[in-house]
């Protein structure tokens, strides 16, 4: 009993840390979106809510994480396949691949791209050079540039948990499937893939809070004039000394990120209770 | 057929993955050694003149130095109250664990600018205004989720008996867990430690409220750097910290594998 409540106390110094560091704050930024200099009030929400401007903001935001998620998905579940069959100093190599690249500002990857996929960039050169097309292809200030931009930074949190989950699974598995008569990708859908969705959960739920959250990178590689919610937060509070505008925008932020983990963390409770 | 057709896809997804994560980073150091001012991989000759001017910068090397010791703090004190967090969360029996490890976790997916923004305007209101703490205080936050993650996930799969074995054959408890369960949870430090102090050196949007013109991180400064005069300086910088990396994923292939300490 002594001992368990003991355990239990190690806890106490991250939590009472992040209490007072962490959700405080964002407890009192919930609180300043409702007041103004006059007391409580709805209005920031409702005059947030009630501009198409707003709307289309909030919606872009949610498309292009959308967008970033499932790009990330497509390429880094395969890709996490093969890292797990990938033997010895391959395999280290490989994941050296997906670690290094974290070591780069998201800032110089930004220029680091804009050299790559400008008119006249490596990109555009080995495109038109295999035929694939005539002319060069504008990618800077488009939503294709950003949305390669934006999967380079992320793609790395979505292979990592996934492959973590695969090297787990027992190779066993695959060939007992067959043994029993499935054919191969009856195998695969039937028994591998629904082992992999701790994987895919914890991957898709770090790859979408993060690009929904994204600020940098829609910055340098859109410029001003593609408004996400979190530039929308960064302008108000930066350069228009608009507190409530911002804070209603954080909120709004915020409440979208935390039903990413809420659902989550339901999606990961459910695969533990029905393995 | 199938399956042939499924690890054909799988291999071409991954090494499309490892050339497109590198992309970027092979421009930054191509750039770094060109003699060319403008951004442009070199065409034949090589110069150091960037790493030169490097040191020479006004603020650089500064924000270099302070954005390390920030990153380092911040992981010190993550791992410690990180370790101890994920033991109680994995070898606790009381309610709540999992609301624990959630919110412990939850900063890592909660909206940067938003966390900055909440914890600039809190700080202040308590009367905290010099920058170096508030930075020091808010990365510990940005570094801790990492922690917590890769090692409830290490410690969930550490056998405790080997921590009764040891102490039955005469070692204390704190040099049990230091002999013992420190060397078998080592992959999980190195990569909650890697990630976390790679995400508190590159942080922009918590930063961006908490600097001022005597601190300014890393990011805060190149950022500033490009908008007014973007030379390849930036990338030589660049280039110096991936070699740091290099380095560090080299010590831990050496310490622990690669393989072993890939898990976020």
Known sequence: ?275 | MIRTLGQVLAWFALIFSVVFLLAPLVVTIGVSLSPSPVFQMPDGTISWRWYERLVRLDGLMESVLLSLQVALFATIVSLVIGTMAAIAVVRGTFPGREAIATFLVSPLMLPGLVIGIAMLQYFRAFGLREALPSLLIAHIIVVLPFVMRTLTAGLSLFDFALLDAARTLGLSYPSAVLRVMVPVLAPSFITGGLFGFLASLDNYPISIFLTDVYHRTLPIQLLQYLGESPDPTVAAVSTLIIALTAVLLVIGDRMVGLNRMAGV
């Open chain 1, 1 to 275: 009993m002594t001992r368990q409540l003991g355990i239990g106390w190690l806890a106490v110094p991250a939590c009472l840390f992040a209490l007072v560091i962490f959700a405080l704050p964002l407890g009192l930024l919930l609180v300043e979106s409702l007041r103004d200099a006059s007391g409580w009030t709805l209005e920031g929400y409702r005059s947030f809510l009630a501009s198409d401007y707003s709307w289309q903001v909030t919606g872009r935001t949610l498309r292009l994480a959308l967008l970033t998620t499932a790009i990330c998905l497509a390429i880094g579940y395969p890709a996490a396949f093969a890292l797990a069959w990938s033997r010895g100093a391959w395999q280290a190599l490989f994941i050296a691949a997906l670690l290094l690249p974290l070591s780069l500002s998201v800032i110089v990857k930004a220029f680091g791209w804009t050299v790559l996929l400008r008119t006249n960039g490596v990109v555009n050169k080995l495109l038109m050079g295999s035929g694939l097309t005539d002319g060069p292809i504008r990618f800077i200030f488009t939503e294709t540039g950003l949305l390669i931009g934006i999967t380079n930074i992320f793609l790395p949190f979505m292979v990592l948990p996934i492959f973590s989950v695969i090297k787990q699974i027992d190779p066993r598995l695959t060939d007992a499937a067959s043994t029993l008569g499935a054919n191969p990708f009856y195998g695969f859908t039937r028994v591998i893939v629904p082992l992999t969705m701790p994987g895919v959960v914890a991957g898709v739920t770090l790859v979408f809070s993060m690009s929904i959250a994204a600020y940098v990178i829609p910055t340098l590689l859109m410029g001003d004039r593609y408004q996400t919610l979190s530039t929308t937060i960064a302008t108000s509070f930066l350069y228009l000394q608009d507190p409530q505008r911002g804070s209603v925008a954080g909120v709004i932020l915020l409440v979208l990120s935390l039903l990413v983990v809420g659902a989550s963390v339901v999606l990961g409770r459910k695969m533990r209770a029905a393995p």
